[in-house]
T-cell receptor, first 114, second 116 residues
Framework: EDQVTQSPEALRLQEGESSSLNCSYTVSGLRGLFWYRQDPGKGPEFLFTLYSAGEEKEKERLKATLTKKESFLHITAPKPEDSATYLCAVQTNAGGTSYGKLTFGQGTILTVHP | EAGVTQFPSHSVIEKGQTVTLRCDPISGHDNLYWYRRVMGKEIKFLLHFVKESKQDESGMPNNRFLAERTGGTYSTLKVQPAELEDSGVYFC??????????????FGEGSRLTVL
């Protein structure tokens, strides 16, 4: 069974204090790894997709990287508006032709204080 | 362009009652997914429609859950009869493309279901 584990469960940072979130996975045949951001009372919002080890994607203060066992979401000089829950999800061969069938981790709650 | 919309945003019902959740995907999106997040757990896949056909319903918990997508447009998810463990947030998501190297889903804001 595909498993996705995110750490830490919660992270508190001061504005400008860079850090990283971790997503480790155990799957049978990774097709893609996704990062989503979720604000309270909202649905997940797509950030990145990574498809192969060594791949990196960047968006503003966020940078996602992928290895064969885990992914990191690096946050550089965060601002209070970066506060949200960050979700990691995998798309695997077990999904068959349902390419949007994702296995999610429990998420990391990020709080950035001014 | 309107996003994925879900109704109701919150429903409170008694155990044994019936609830129907509705999802309107982004116009032109053939792929529609239902997910659920139970308190303290991760978001989990329920099922996938391609147009009006069920592509994968392996995540449906039991036969008290019935999903339909008439005409390949909006979808409904009916829970009958509801049990306490059905409480959670039900998310709908849609996507246009289908195939390898796709998978970006557009999520609605969710329907929170509370069963008392």
């Amino acid at each position: 069974e595909d498993q996705v584990t995110q750490s830490p469960e919660a992270l508190r940072l001061q504005e400008g204090e860079s850090s990283s979130l971790n997503c480790s996975y155990t799957v049978s045949g990774l097709r893609g790894l996704f990062w989503y951001r979720q604000d309270p009372g909202k649905g997940p919002e797509f950030l990145f997709t990574l498809y192969s080890a060594g791949e990196e994607k960047e968006k503003e203060r966020l940078k996602a990287t992928l290895t064969k066992k885990e992914s990191f979401l690096h946050i550089t000089a965060p601002k209070p508006e970066d506060s949200a829950t960050y979700l990691c999800a995998v798309q695997t061969n077990a999904g068959g032709t349902s390419y949007g069938k994702l296995t999610f981790g429990q998420g990391t709650i990020l709080t950035v204080h001014p | 362009e309107a996003g994925v919309t879900q109704f109701p945003s919150h429903s409170v019902i008694e155990k044994g009652q019936t609830v129907t959740l509705r999802c309107d995907p982004i116009s032109g999106h053939d792929n529609l997914y239902w997910y659920r997040r139970v308190m303290g757990k991760e978001i989990k896949f329920l099922l996938h429609f391609v147009k009006e056909s069920k592509q994968d319903e392996s995540g449906m918990p039991n036969n008290r859950f019935l999903a339909e997508r008439t005409g390949g447009t909006y979808s409904t998810l009916k829970v009958q009869p509801a049990e306490l463990e059905d409480s959670g947030v039900y998310f709908c998501a849609s996507s246009f493309r289908q195939g390898p190297y796709t998978g970006e889903l557009f999520f609605g804001e969710g329907s929170r279901l509370t069963v008392l």
